[in-house]
């Protein structure tokens, strides 16, 4: 199925975007999805960052439909890939939801973002936190070998509604087995959380509720039950409330928050806070 007409297949009149080939989608449910493209020779990126995506506009003269996406995939792959919802509303995803291999995105040249390893100061452990489709940028930063150069343990907690949200669950809890560069080292190194509010799962709850009860920080985690500002860095991604609320919390413990230019304790995506 082709989303663009051969007219439309032309880049914008805009040097920043390019258009990419679909290689792949797979659904994880009826409001979830992921995708990935084809990875321009050019393109170089962090693990962590994000990127604007597209459709044409509907319409003679309309212009594209772009939104941020963090990126999935880790910065020496050969695709980039992507995690969406499914809105049927939604200027763009509700048209992006049914892309098919070979079918044609706009995709922006020049990636950025903070929730990226240069943004943090040395430590031990390096928790990722998110909720719903924040997964994304940790799912590249968890395949990024720097990260296991860096952090003695990479924790990733995912918290969601349902078990069916769960996207890249069996990956994660096999401590990305076949992964190329970083299966030996997530065999020891990384750690996976996830944890569910609306229906019966082994760990249920909000992430908070496993931060106050020490869930969180149960073996096979090694070290300090609770953050320590001393020892743990933190990256904070998904809901608007969850950010807020933790970002309150570090900033309470003594936590800085970092960016590219002063590093520090914790990071957020300030561009989609703020």
Request: aromatic residues 10%; proline residues 7%; glycine residues 8%.
């Amino acid at each position: 199925m082709n989303l663009m007409t051969r007219t439309e297949r032309v880049i914008p009149d805009n040097p920043a975007f390019s258009t990419v080939a679909v290689k792949w989608v797979r659904h994880w449910n009826e409001h979830l999805f992921s995708f990935a493209v084809e990875r321009p020779a050019s393109f170089r990126f962090r693990s962590g960052e994000f990127v604007m995506i597209g459709l044409p506009g509907v319409g003679e003269g309309a212009k594209p439909v772009m939104r941020a996406y963090s990126v999935a995939s880790p910065a020496w792959s050969d695709e980039i890939e992507f995690l969406s919802i499914k809105v049927e509303d939604g200027p763009l995803t509700q048209r992006l939801q049914t892309i098919e291999p070979g079918d044609q995105l706009y995709m922006g040249r020049k990636p950025t973002g903070t929730l990226v390893l240069d943004a943090l100061t040395p430590g031990r452990r390096l928790f990722l936190l998110s909720t719903g489709t924040g997964l994304a940028p940790f799912l590249s930063i968890a395949r990024d070998p720097d990260a296991y150069e860096r952090f003695g343990q990479i924790v990733i907690v995912h918290g969601v509604r349902r078990v069916a949200d769960l996207a890249w669950h069996d990956e994660m809890s096999a401590k990305f087995a076949d992964d190329p560069l970083v299966g030996d080292q997530a065999l020891l190194q990384f750690h996976y959380v996830p944890t569910v509010t609306r229906e019966d799962f082994h760990t249920r709850g909000r992430i908070p509720d496993l931060v106050d009860d020490d869930r969180l920080f149960a073996p096979p985690l090694t070290g300090e039950r609770g953050f320590d500002p001393a020892t743990d860095r933190v990256m904070l991604c998904g809901s608007m409330g969850m950010i807020r609320d933790f970002a309150a919390r570090l900033e309470a413990q003594g936590f800085t928050e970092g960016s590219n230019a002063n590093p520090g304790d914790f990071v957020i995506e300030r561009a989609f806070v703020d």
